[in-house]
DNA sequence: GCTCTATATTCCAATCAAGGAATATGATCT
DNA sequence: AGATCATATTCCTTGATTGGAATATAGAGC
């Protein structure tokens, strides 16, 4: 993966945002919505633009669509650099520990199977719903 | 220093190329042109680029332009995080390790009041014009 | 003063990115 | 099949970024 394509998905405040909280685990586009605050459009476009930059991948559950972190034996060396520094740095801004702080409020997640999380009950409802595949 | 502004700083590929070769050390306008092979106002409109956001100062040495990092103790911990993470990347990239390739090869320094370096007489000529100060 | 050299700035065109409104898709449920 | 929910896509407008040509500035040397 070429350097620069890495740095010009991380050069929008958005898209750090949303890779900062996919550092913790995969999340959906409601769960987005509800921590950034941003509208559908918005979040759906910018994982769309990295995702297309193989930056994040997706999976679809049901009505909803996961996105998650490429997983790490899949990442690339600079990918990963990058991450564990995009990770370091975010803990000293406000707006990245905000958003962390929101998520472990409402204790979202969409963890592949993990039948824990998501308990509040939000979207990705538990097993439940998927255990027919 | 905002994080997002950092990462808009790397998102061009002639910016990483200058800072990459600005890891190695100091240096004027006319090496950048010898080394990346780029036209003067590129380079130049690019280093303004990065002056006018920290990212890069400038001092003046005779006619010629010096740039450089900032030094260690001012840079911000995301600006030094992120440059030593450029640094580790870069050296796996082709277009850097070809960009430093050359930059040895011409043994171009701006370094400042190093005897040593721009032995073999480019720009920014060592001590005899510059004694006066 | 004038000239030369190194670098910066202005002006312009072309391309690209961001955001929103409206609409489309795809899956589930009844 | 129709309704509904979550998400994606299209279209459009606005603003930023890039790059080049030409011009300007600042310093050195005569």
């Known amino acids: 993966m070429r350097l620069v394509q890495i740095y010009q998905c991380l050069c929008d405040e958005t898209r750090l945002r949303l890779l900062n909280l996919l550092l913790r685990g995969p999340l959906c586009v409601c769960h ?24 994040v991948t997706a999976t679809r559950r049901g009505n909803w669509m996961v996105y998650a972190l490429p997983e ?5 060396p600079e990918l990963a ?36 999380g998501a308990a509040s009950g939000g979207c990705c409802a538990p097993a439940k719903t998927f255990p027919k595949k």
Not at 38 to 46: A, L, M, N
Not at 72 to 76: K, N
Not at 86 to 109: G, M, S, Y
């Open 32 to 55: 987005f919505q509800t921590v950034l605050g941003e509208p559908q459009v918005k979040i759906s476009k910018h994982l769309g633009y990295l995702r297309t930059r193989g930056l």
């Open 72 to 76: 790490a034996a899949a990442r690339s």
């Open 81 to 116: 650099a990058n991450l564990a520094c995009l990770q370091d740095c975010a803990a000293e801004q406000a707006v990245f520990r905000r958003d962390l702080a929101r998520l472990a409020r409402l204790d979202l997640t969409c963890g592949p199977i993990q039948a824990g």
